[in-house]
């Protein structure tokens, strides 16, 4: 592949008037998926995406499914390219979409663009516009596939996945682990689980990260909601009936921002998208291609507590964010200790964990630092807004540093004991209790059994 030549790449955002959706491509020879975008009359954006695997022997009905599921991933991940000038206008110009994809994707890209508008200044509802050029009665219902009943598993490297991926083990379900890029530390942790693994490369457009250097819009994208449809097309290929995701309720919620309102950080991994996006696939792609998330139903710390029950992984996992970024510097440990998500899973797992070994995973107390009182703040929403990233609500980080507070071990921790003086007087007492916590909702997409099944399981 030859290397692009930026030195004729120029990139003027305000001067820019569309985003094209040119065309994507399934090569079944080679496994590689292309997704190809354009800014006007500029060059082509080319991403590609690699299924391992292949050769693929699709028949005619399995193709058509792979096809519509490429159209989906193409429209989902233009988001990436999208942002990155925010034009007025929208082209798809090799296929139609019919006004129910056009809203969904409205939708998505209003919602999971929501922290990046706020950081950047914009408003964006109300200006993005998909084009509709296919009748509703030419949306034919997909068929059904016949799908074999197996799980492709979404593993990020946290502890989430991991409780998915053993309840889904003690409920017997046959499973792959599956990820998307190159983390040595979620390829770890896959292996630690000793089930079947599948890893997909993801390789953004080398242009993009050129025009962020002349001036690009940047900022956060709805990313699971690119990485399910990935896994979507990887289960079709692979004749998976289930793409199961690891996404909490609290997930739903979002930052509230004094002036703005809600926005949300995490929108893609709420209980909107999963049923929007369930529903795409349903009426779009297979009938019998089932997409959701195993913890809707559970709070963070429901989630906290079943994983501290396992001590498989105590060695292994890592929630860090710093882990992930695509540039950047990582840390030298699984934990940096000082993100929102370390601050987070610790507090979550401190209530569950004998002391010793919460240390002995992070290597150090980050309840007993006082200079980190400003990020536990945020979590509990006292004086700050509940931060961008991936953490529960801030009535459960309130639960748990109360929990915390009754637990002799902890309760001498300077982070503790500042809450106990300073903040829990502040606070209705009534509000601070674990147990309607763990009580699980209804609100969820898992398959009947399976729910009887995992809501047992996660019983105390």
């Known amino acids: 592949m030859t290397e692009p030549d930026f030195t004729r790449l120029e990139f003027r955002r305000d001067s820019i008037r569309a985003f094209r959706f040119l065309r994507c491509s399934f090569d079944a020879a080679t496994g590689e998926a292309q997704l190809v975008y354009a800014f006007d009359d500029g060059p082509e954006l080319v991403e590609r995406v690699r299924f391992p695997g292949a050769p693929f022997a699709l028949d005619a009905a399995r193709a058509a499914a792979v096809e519509q599921a490429l159209r989906l991933l193409h429209l989902l991940a233009g988001v990436s390219y999208y942002k990155a000038a925010v034009p007025p206008e929208i082209r798809i110009e090799s296929y139609g979409i019919d006004a129910d994809t056009a809203d969904f ?3 998505v890209y209003e919602n999971g663009l929501g922290e990046f508008a706020y950081r950047n200044g914009l408003s964006l509802r109300g200006q993005i516009v998909f084009p509709v050029s296919m009748p509703a009665s030419d949306a034919m219902p997909a068929p059904a596939l ?5 799980a492709l598993v979404a593993i990020g490297g946290g502890k989430d996945s991991l409780v998915s991926i053993e309840a889904l083990r003690a409920a017997g379900i046959e499973q792959t682990v599956a990820w998307i890029g190159s983390s040595p530390l979620i390829k770890t942790c896959a292996e630690r689980t000793g089930l079947p693994t599948y890893s997909i490369t993801r390789t ?5 990260f050129e025009m962020n250097k002349q001036g690009a819009l940047n900022g956060h994208i709805p ?3 690119v990485n399910s449809a ?4 990887a289960a079709l290929l692979h004749d998976a009936d289930q793409v199961v995701f690891s996404n909490e309720r609290s997930a739903s919620y979002g930052s509230l921002i004094p002036g703005t309102g809600e ?13 929007a996006f369930a529903a795409q696939l349903r009426r779009h792609v297979a009938a019998d291609l089932r997409y ?5 139903p559970f709070s963070e710390l429901a989630v906290a507590r079943q994983f501290a029950r396992i001590d498989r992984y105590d060695a292994h996992f890592s929630s860090c964010n710093r882990n992930f970024h695509i540039l950047g510097e990582r840390p030298a440990q699984r934990w940096c200790g000082v993100c929102p998500k370390c601050h987070f899973v610790f507090l979550a797992l401190a209530p569950f964990m004998p002391k010793p070994r919460l240390m002995g995973i992070f290597g150090r107390n980050l309840l007993d630092e006082p200079e980190q009182a400003g990020g536990f703040d945020a979590l509990l929403e006292y004086q700050d807004h509940k931060p961008f990233e991936c953490v529960g609500e801030g009535r459960e980080s309130r639960a748990a540093m109360a929990a915390l507070a009754a ?3 902890w309760r001498e921790d300077a982070l503790v004991a500042r809450f106990a003086r300073e903040i829990r007087p502040q606070l209705l007492q009534g509000e601070l209790g674990l147990a309607p916590l763990f009580e699980a909702t209804d609100d969820h997409g898992i398959p009947d059994e399976l729910w009887r099944t995992l809501r047992d399981a996660f019983r105390p």
Not at 263 to 275: I, L, M, R, T
Request: charged letters at 10%.
């Open 204 to 208: 953004l457009a080398p242009e993009l």
């Open 146 to 150: 016949a799908l074999r009943a197996h």
């Open 292 to 296: 959701y998330s195993l913890l809707r």
């Open 263 to 275: 926005v949300n950080h995490q929108w893609s991994k709420g209980w909107a998208f999963e049923q």
């Open 230 to 233: 990935i896994l979507s097309v």
């Open 223 to 225: 990313v699971t909601a």
């Open 105 to 107: 994707l409205t939708v």
């Open 407 to 409: 637990i002799a071990s």
